[in-house]
């Protein structure tokens, strides 16, 4: 008998509350609370503490207002236990109880045991005529993962009481894998490489800190299963968009083993230890689809529990699963319980793990209802007026899969949003690959035809070159289309047609003339990137020109091409993004977070002026002359500003060729020059400026 049990164990349950749902240690016993809409009952099974052998079954008490509750006297933390829920089998009508198999708890904060996928896990079965109405009589428990009563936590993580609370305008975002990142530096002890603790190491730290970011966007953490095509393939879902637990760290990114309570403590540590640098942690968190895929899928918890309640299934066909995320199915959020266990989840990372906020995944699934989508969806509002979540930064990747999935520009309230017209229009300027002057200035001027609404500020435009998924800056410098086919799928996953240009040489060259031209529009783009009016985002290993060998897709990649080549690290980039990102954080006027406006002078707010090489205001037919690219933007301070107030002057010039810009009559200093070929320091206004090519330069004034 597991010493977390009661010996002996009683013959039934008490009744227990009704809240909070999942099974927590209190008042010297175990409270259990299950929500399920349709179930005829739900039974609590027992396992002694390997999890090996079910010891008991008690049927829950309920339902009131859909959940299902016990209270076990005696009980505490440590105990093992799983759920088996008896209801119709139809799935003509949506539902596929079947209690032989056994259940993982939505709400488990500890998961136990090692998952392989089994023929046991169906609850159909496989192969039969009737196929997925089939029903699959089988006891799953032996092979099944089990939930952990965790140990009751009455304070909040280190983490949330000394979190930084980068204010938003202040905020310089880096998007990276916790494993990836670490996995191959070579500094870090080979025992805390690719984990949590090494993310954590001093090491890594100091090149965050010397970078300058100030906010970790963590690829997915919680815990995580292997698609079972790629687990028949020897591969894994490198990316982690797959969760089964959504209250509990992975253990594959722990030094610490796989015990639950050890993997959450060393993730607690590890955002303590970046907070105490000022560094904030975001997670990536996937609430638009679980690990049980489609209605072929397996039977691990929800669909167990509850399939008609936790999916959008399709009115035409109940038996079959809405697939808004493109992995099989869609959670149903607009359910007041599935909208309770996606806040209970997001909360429980803030007060209990530390963290400072969340990417999510395919957002617009969380606003969706029966007329699609609703920036007043009743999660939204939850969300927005949550007390512990008011603290959380809030951003949205604006699209999905389903009917008016792209919806950039529309979430609400505080949220900001990831913004790839941004992404493929200053790829596309820098390539030469079709962008008019106007599209590149509305994106560098904060994308106001998306987010100039709703009293919303440029910031809510998280602007990006790259990301976890496309290629990496190295890479779209250095290949004109993708190298996939590691991924086992013939080259038909990532994105086709993405902006991208090798310059004359498809991946790795000789050419000392191909390699510096690459890099010269590498530093153009990040400098892009840093200075445009919103909040940057670099994807990891960009500063130091990391490669992933052309996959612009490696989500199944564990290995030297989803890992960052730290050995092979361009410091000279690294060394110029840094002092682009600290003359960002040291100008207020380079982070500006209000809307220009029209002209100067003609508001309180500064006015971003668009010139012409020769020096004139560009003018309507200007914007949108294709065989002209080259401009200017100086950034002239409001009126009434103190008369000490610098005046900035942005000059783009993407042609492969030098030109003559005429600057306008001011004392200019030359500040940053991404070809490197202009000497730092005074530079005569009024007079023209040989501009080099595929160039970005900063100059700065004093007083006219």
């Known amino acids: 008998m597991s010493p977390s049990l009661p010996a002996p164990l009683p013959e039934t349950l008490a009744e227990g509350r009704a809240e909070p749902l999942g099974a927590h240690a209190r008042d010297g016993g175990v409270n259990v609370a299950v929500f399920s809409d349709h179930a005829e009952g739900i039974e609590l099974c027992l396992f002694d503490a390997a999890g090996a052998r079910e010891v008991r079954r008690y049927p829950l008490h309920g339902p009131d207002d859909g959940i299902f509750h016990g209270f076990l006297p005696g009980a505490g933390a440590g105990m093992v236990y799983g759920l088996r829920a008896h209801g119709p089998y139809a799935p003509q009508e949506g539902h596929r109880f079947n209690p032989h198999k056994l259940l993982l708890d939505p709400w488990a904060r500890e998961i136990v045991g090692r998952h392989a996928w089994r023929d046991e896990h169906l609850g159909y079965e496989a192969g039969h005529a009737d196929g997925t109405n089939s029903i699959d ?51 870090l002890p080979p025992a805390l490489r690719g984990s949590y603790a090494g993310l954590a190491h001093p090491v890594v730290i100091g090149h965050l800190k010397s970078l300058g970011v100030t906010t970790l966007s963590l690829l997915p953490v919680a815990y995580m299963l292997d698609e079972p095509a790629l687990a028949a393939r020897g591969q894994v879902n490198h990316w982690g968009y797959n969760t089964l637990g959504f209250f509990c760290p992975t253990p594959r990114y722990a030094s610490c083993g796989d015990d639950p309570a050890a993997v959450a403590d060393e993730f607690r540590a590890m955002v303590a230890a970046l907070h105490e640098h000022g560094l904030e942690v975001v997670l990536d968190v996937v609430f638009n689809h679980t690990a049980e895929g489609d209605e072929r899928g397996a039977t691990l918890s929800w669909r167990g529990l509850d399939h008609a309640g936790w999916y959008r299934l399709r009115d035409d066909d109940r038996s079959r699963c809405e697939d808004f995320s493109g992995c099989g199915n869609t959670l149903n959020v607009a359910h007041p319980r599935v909208a309770q266990f996606v806040l209970d989840a997001l909360r429980f990372w803030v007060r209990d793990m530390g963290v400072d906020g969340f990417r999510f995944d395919l957002a617009p699934v969380l606003g969706r209802g029966a007329n699609g989508f609703d920036p007043g969806a009743g999660f939204f509002t939850a969300l927005r007026q949550d ?86 800056l190295a890479d779209l410098t250095s290949y004109s289309r993708k190298h996939n086919e590691a991924n086992g799928e013939g080259n038909r996953d990532g994105r086709d047609g993405e902006p991208a240009a090798n310059f004359g040489v498809e991946g790795p060259t000789a050419s000392a003339e191909i390699q510096a031209l690459r890099t010269r529009v590498r530093r153009a783009l990040l400098a892009t990137l840093v200075f445009a009016q919103g ?45 682009c990102i600290a003359l960002r954080r040291a100008e207020p006027a380079l982070r500006h977070d209000e809307w220009f406006a029209a002209r100067p002078g003609a508001g309180r707010e500064a006015a971003l002026v668009w010139l012409a090489p020769a020096g ?69 206004g009024g007079r023209p400026l040989e501009v080099p090519p595929r160039v970005l330069l900063l100059l700065r004034s004093g007083p006219a």
């Open 535 to 579: 909040t940057p985002m670099l994807a990891a290993g960009d500063e130091i020109a990391d490669t992933r060998g052309g996959n612009n897709n490696p989500y199944n990649q564990d290995n030297q091409t989803g890992w960052i080549h730290w050995a092979g690290a361009d410091r000279e980039l690294m060394a110029f993004a840094e002092r």
């Open 387 to 472: 007390p512990v979540l008011a603290r959380a930064k809030l951003i949205a990747e604006p699209w999905d899969l389903g009917p008016g999935g792209y919806q950039a520009g529309r979430f609400p309230g505080r949220f900001l949003e990831w913004n790839d017209r941004f992404r493929d229009d200053v790829r596309r300027y820098w390539l030469g690959q079709g962008t008019t002057r106007g599209g590149f200035a509305c994106r560098f001027a904060g994308s106001a035809d998306l987010f100039r609404r709703g009293r919303r500020r440029p910031s809510a435009s998280v602007n990006f070159v790259t990301a976890h998924d496309g290629f990496s």
């Open 137 to 187: 009589t089988r006891d799953n428990a032996a092979w099944a993962l089990k939930a952990r009563v965790a140990v009751p936590r009455d304070i909040p993580a280190p983490g949330f009481l000394n979190a930084p609370r980068v204010p938003v305008r202040e905020t310089v975002l880096a998007e990276l894998h916790v494993r990836g990142f670490t996995r191959a530096h070579p500094a």
């Open 616 to 684: 004139r205001v560009l003018l309507d037919g200007d914007w949108h002359n294709g065989g002209e690219q080259a401009m200017g933007a100086m950034l002239v301070p409001p009126a009434g500003a103190d008369e000490a107030a610098s005046r900035w002057l942005f000059v783009f010039n993407p042609d492969p060729e030098p030109l003559l810009f005429q600057l306008p009559a001011h004392r200019w200093e030359l500040v940053i020059d991404s070809s490197g070929e202009l000497p730092p320091g005074p530079v005569a």
